[in-house]
């Protein structure tokens, strides 16, 4: 079945420092890429998608870019704040009749330090 | 606009008790998701709604569990028997049809 490997966390960095989270997936067809993000105590928020190869997403001053010849979508930003920090998950979508199934890696603590 | 709501945000329970979370998406939003998010397996899909079709149950992790839509909004998941291995984060999304899933808050759910 379709899957989505995360780096393992946590990752600690220092404020201003450039960010990668390594993202990778298996999956059948062409589904359809995603990084949500969960800040301390509050629900999973869409942080930027990509639907296609060779797209790239973006919010907030992350990035990523769908690459189908490496089948992955690795999450990255320039120069990270304190307020990033929270925990990031890289999920991919499996067509469900007319919806879409989200499959979910494992996550990754992200830990900014001042 | 409002978002999706979960109720209750915690609920503590007893081993062999049954429990009823609820969801309410977001209004106009056809397709409605149960997820559950736990140490030992991350997030992983339960069940989805879209309109008033029989719903795909194919994540449940046991009969024990079940779900329903009422008039095509508001959501019921149900827990008989809670067991400890139940205990975990249960989250619920909606979307229009195909597109983006937009999360709750999430219950968190303590077997004792």
Redesign the interface.
């Known amino acids: 079945g379709n899957s989505v490997t995360q780096m393992e966390g946590p990752v600690t960095l220092s404020e201003e420092a450039f960010l990668t989270i390594n993202c990778t997936y298996t999956a059948t067809g062409y589904p359809s890429l995603f990084w949500y993000v969960q800040y301390p105590g509050e629900g999973l928020q869409l942080l930027l998608k990509a639907t296609k190869a060779d797209d790239k997403g973006s919010n907030k001053g992350f990035e990523a870019t769908y690459r189908k010849e490496t089948t992955s979508f690795h999450l990255e930003k320039g120069s990270v704040q304190v307020s990033d920090s929270a925990v990031y998950f890289c999920a991919l979508s499996e067509r469900l009749g007319g919806a879409q199934k989200l499959v979910f890696g494992q996550g990754t603590r992200l830990t900014i330090n001042p | 606009g409002a978002g999706?709501s979960q109720s209750p945000s915690n609920k503590v329970t007893e081993k062999g008790k049954d429990v009823e979370l609820r969801c309410d998406p977001i209004s106009g939003h056809t397709?409605l998701?149960w997820?559950r998010q736990s140490l030992g397996q991350?997030?992983?899909?339960l069940i989805?709604f879209?309109g008033n079709?029989a719903p795909?149950k194919s994540?449940l992790p046991s009969d024990r569990f079940s779900a329903e839509r009422t008039g095509g909004s508001v959501s019921t998941l149900t827990i008989q028997r809670t067991q400890q291995e139940d205990s975990a984060v249960y989250?619920c999304?909606s979307?229009p049809?195909?597109e983006?899933?937009?999360?709750?808050?999430?219950t968190r759910l303590l077997v004792l």
């Open positions: 999706v397709a998701y997820y991350g997030l992983e899909f989805y879209q079709s795909d994540g989250l999304a979307s049809l195909g983006t899933q937009y999360f709750g808050p999430g």
